[in-house]
C-alpha cells in the first residue's frame, strides 16, 4: 500500500472513528447516569435527518438546516426521557432497555405512518462531494475530513464543559457515582436532562454526516447507528465515557483494515468480521478495554 | 416416589396444556384456512420464545440474538426437505451430500435442533463468559454477524433472494404437540438443580458464585438448551411458512418474539404462554385496524405501546414470577394453612 493510499485510509479510518465516537459518547452518558442502554439513541438520528429532509423541501439554507437539526435531536432527546423513562426510573437494567427497544419501534413507525416508509433522497451541499487534490492522481474528500474535524471539535468543547463547568463535573461525578453525587447538592433532574440534550446534540452532529454518506433518509435508519454506537460502547466499557470514545475509534479501524485487506468474495461478510473481532477482544477483555474489573 | 422438582414440571405442563389443547381442537373444528394460519403460527412462536426464556428467564440476560438460531434452524430444515430436484435448481453449488438430502419431518426436526445446539455451543464459549450488561450487547452482534452470512453465503442461503420449496410439514397437531415438548423441557429446566441455581444467580450472580454456583457454565448449559429449542422452533417456522429469506431473521422477528416475553413475563414459563397469546391477539386486532384505517406501522406501534404499558404497571410482566400453577397452588392451599 503506497503512503498515500494509507494516508486516504487514515482519514477514512479517523472520519468513521469520530462519527461512531459521538454516538457511542452520547449513549454511554446516559448508560453512566441512569443504567439505561438506550435503544432508542438511533432514533435521535433519525430525528435530526428527518429535519434536514423537511427543511429541505421548505428551501431553507444549509446552515439553517445543520443547527435546527442538532437542536431537534437534543430536544427530542430530552422528551424521550421526559415521558418515556422517567416513570421508570431506577427501574432494572432489563426494564429499562426493554422500554427504550419499544421506544425506538414507535418512533420508527411514527416517521413510516406521518412521512413515508420509502426512501428518501436528500441533496446535500456540492462541498461534501468535493475532494482536495494532490499532484498525482490521488485526492482526499472533503466530507471524511469535514467530518473528523467537526467530531473532534465537538468532543473537544463536550470534554472542556464536562472539566471546567460545575454543571459538567457534576455529570461526570453522577456517571461515576450518582447517590453521592446527589448528596453533594447536584440535582438529580438537571443532570439526567443534561445528560440527554448533550447526548440528542451528539447524535444530531454526528446524524449530518451519516445523511452525507448515504443522502437518503428512511424510518429505520437509526438501527445502524445505534449498533455502532452500541458496539463501540461496549468495546471501551460499557459505562465509561472515555472508553467509548476509544471503542468508536478502534471500531472504525478495525472496519476501515478490514475494507482494505479483505479480498473481494470475501468483502460482503465485513460486518460479520469486524463483529467476530470485536468478540475476540471481549473474550480476552470481558470489561471491555478501558474498564478495570471491578468487585460488585 | 416422584421427585419434587419432576412432579412440579408435570403439573405446571399439565395447566397449560390444558387451556392450549382447548384453543387447538377449537381451531381444528371451527376455524377458517386464515384463523388456523393465526392459531398454528401462534404454536410456532410459543416454541421461539420459550427459547428466549428458557435462557433470559432464568438468567436475567436480555438476548437479541437468539432469532439467528432461529435462521440456522430454518435453513437446516429447508436444506433437508426441500426436494432435490428443486435445491439442484435453486442451489446448484451446494455439495451433494446435502444436496441429496430428502429428509421428513421429524429427523429434519430433530437435526436442526442439534444443529442449533451446536451453533449456539460455538457462540456462548465467548459470550457466555461476559459481564451481563455486556453480554446482552454483544447479542446483537450475534444477530448482525448471522444476518450478514445468511444475506451473502448464496452457495447455502442463496443470499438476499431466500430459498422457497420448503414443503409443508408442519401441522396444527406436530405444532400442538411440539410446543407442549417445549413447555415441559422449559419448565423441568426451570425447577431443576441448573436452573434453580441459574435463578439464583439471576437475583445476585456474586452471592451464588459464593455460594459455589458456577454462573459461568450454567449460563452456558442454559445458552446451549434455548439454542436448541430456537432450532426447532426455526425448524417448524420454516416448514410451515415454505419460503423465507435472511430479513426474516433479522431486527423485526426479534421485536415480536420479545414482545410477547416482556408483556407476558420473563421469568415464568407461563409468562411466555399468556405473552404469545397476549400479542398474537393484539396483532391480529390492530392488524385488521391497520388495513382498514390504511395507516403503516400502526400493529408494531401497538404492541410497543402494550410493551411500554406492560413495564410501567408490571415491570415483571402480566404473570410476573411465580408459575401460574404455583400462584393458583398457593391459593387452594391456604385456607387449610389458616384452619391450622
Given amino acids: 500500500m503506497s503512503s498515500q493510499e494509507a494516508l486516504q485510509q487514515l482519514i477514512n479510518a479517523l ?20 443504567g439505561l442502554v438506550n435503544f432508542a439513541h438511533g432514533e435521535l438520528v433519525t430525528v435530526a435527518a428527518y429535519t434536514i429532509y ?17 437542536a431537534a435531536a437534543s430536544v427530542a432527546g430530552v422528551l424521550m426521557e421526559r415521558i418515556a423513562f422517567r416513570p421508570l426510573r431506577g427501574a432494572s437494567f432489563v426494564t429499562l432497555l426493554f422500554s427504550s427497544f419499544a421506544i425506538s419501534v414507535i418512533i420508527q413507525n411514527l416517521f413510516l405512518a406521518l412521512v413515508s416508509p420509502r426512501q428518501k433522497g436528500v441533496p446535500m451541499p456540492n462541498v461534501f462531494n468535493d475532494a482536495i487534490h494532490f499532484g498525482g492522481t490521488y485526492s482526499i474528500g472533503w466530507l471524511p475530513v469535514i467530518t473528523t474535524v467537526t467530531c473532534l471539535l465537538s468532543l473537544v468543547v463536550l470534554t472542556l464543559f464536562l472539566r471546567r463547568s460545575v454543571q459538567g463535573l457534576g455529570m461526570l461525578a453522577a456517571s461515576q457515582d450518582f447517590a453521592v453525587t446527589r448528596l453533594m447538592g447536584i440535582s438529580a433532574n438537571r443532570v439526567i436532562m443534561a445528560a440527554f440534550a448533550i447526548s440528542g446534540g451528539l447524535a444530531g452532529v454526528a446524524a449530518i454526516f451519516i445523511l452525507a454518506r448515504r443522502g437518503t433518509v428512511e424510518p429505520t435508519m437509526g438501527f445502524n447507528p445505534v449498533l455502532k454506537a452500541v458496539i463501540s460502547s461496549v468495546i471501551g466499557g460499557l459505562g465509561s465515557l472515555s472508553g467509548a470514545v476509544v471503542g468508536g475509534f478502534v471500531l472504525a479501524f478495525i472496519e476501515v483494515t478490514l475494507d482494505a485487506t479483505l479480498p473481494i468474495g470475501a468483502a460482503p461478510f465485513r460486518d460479520a468480521f469486524a463483529l467476530l473481532i470485536v468478540v475476540a477482544i471481549l473474550y480476552f477483555r470481558p470489561e471491555g478495554l478501558l474498564r478495570r474489573a471491578v468487585e460488585r | 416416589v416422584i421427585r419434587p ?24 373444528a371451527t376455524a377458517t384456512p386464515a384463523e388456523l394460519r393465526t ?47 428443486i435445491k439442484s435448481f435453486i442451489l446448484p453449488n451446494l455439495p451433494s451430500v446435502i444436496g441429496d438430502a430428502h429428509v421428513g419431518f421429524v429427523p429434519a426436526v430433530l437435526i436442526a435442533t442439534a444443529v442449533g445446539a451446536f451453533v449456539a455451543a460455538l457462540i456462548g464459549l465467548p459470550l457466555t463468559r461476559m459481564e451481563e450488561g455486556a453480554m446482552a450487547m454483544a447479542t446483537i452482534g450475534v444477530l448482525v454477524i448471522f444476518f450478514v452470512v445468511f444475506d451473502n453465503w448464496d452457495a447455502v442461503t442463496r443470499g438476499s433472494t431466500g430459498v422457497f420449496g420448503i414443503p409443508r410439514h408442519t401441522t396444527l397437531t406436530s405444532a400442538v404437540v411440539l410446543s407442549l415438548i417445549a413447555i415441559f423441557v422449559c419448565r423441568l429446566f426451570r425447577e431443576s438443580n441448573t436452573g434453580l441455581k441459574l435463578r439464583a444467580s439471576r437475583a445476585d450472580p456474586v452471592a451464588a458464585e459464593a455460594l459455589g454456583a458456577n454462573v459461568v457454565r450454567l449460563r452456558y448449559i442454559a445458552w446451549i438448551l434455548s439454542g436448541a429449542i430456537m432450532g426447532m422452533g426455526g425448524a417448524i417456522w420454516a416448514q410451515y411458512n415454505l419460503a423465507f429469506d435472511p430479513k426474516q431473521f433479522f431486527f423485526t422477528q426479534t421485536f415480536n418474539i420479545l414482545a410477547m416475553i416482556v408483556v407476558g413475563g420473563l421469568a415464568s414459563v407461563s409468562g411466555a404462554v399468556i405473552g404469545a397469546l397476549t400479542v398474537t391477539l393484539t396483532t391480529e386486532v390492530m392488524r385488521r385496524v391497520e388495513d382498514n384505517a ?34 393458583l397452588g398457593r391459593r387452594l392451599a391456604w385456607p387449610r394453612f389458616a384452619r391450622r
Fill in chain 2, 294 to 327: 390504511g395507516i403503516p406501522g400502526l400493529t408494531q406501534m401497538a404492541v410497543a405501546l402494550l410493551i411500554l404499558f406492560v413495564l410501567y404497571r408490571r415491570p415483571d410482566g402480566l404473570v410476573g414470577r411465580s408459575e401460574v400453577d404455583d400462584l
Fill in chain 2, 39 to 85: 392459531v398454528v403460527n401462534f404454536f410456532v412462536a410459543l416454541v421461539l420464545v420459550l427459547s428466549i426464556q428458557s435462557f433470559s428467564g432464568n438468567s436475567g440476560i436480555v438476548s437479541f440474538g437468539h432469532v439467528a438460531f432461529m435462521g440456522v434452524g430454518a435453513y437446516t430444515a429447508a436444506l433437508l426437505t426441500i426436494p432435490p430436484a
Fill in chain 1, 54 to 70: 423537511i427543511e429541505n423541501e421548505y428551501g431553507l439554507a444549509f446552515p439553517v438546516q445543520v443547527i435546527s437539526a442538532v
Fill in chain 1, 15 to 34: 472520519s468513521l472513528g469520530s462519527t461512531y465516537a459521538l454516538l457511542a459518547l452520547g449513549l454511554a452518558m446516559v448508560f453512566s447516569i441512569l
Fill in chain 2, 5 to 28: 422438582w419432576l412432579s412440579e414440571s408435570i403439573r405446571g405442563t399439565a395447566f397449560l396444556a390444558v387451556p392450549l389443547s382447548v384453543i387447538a381442537l377449537i381451531a381444528n
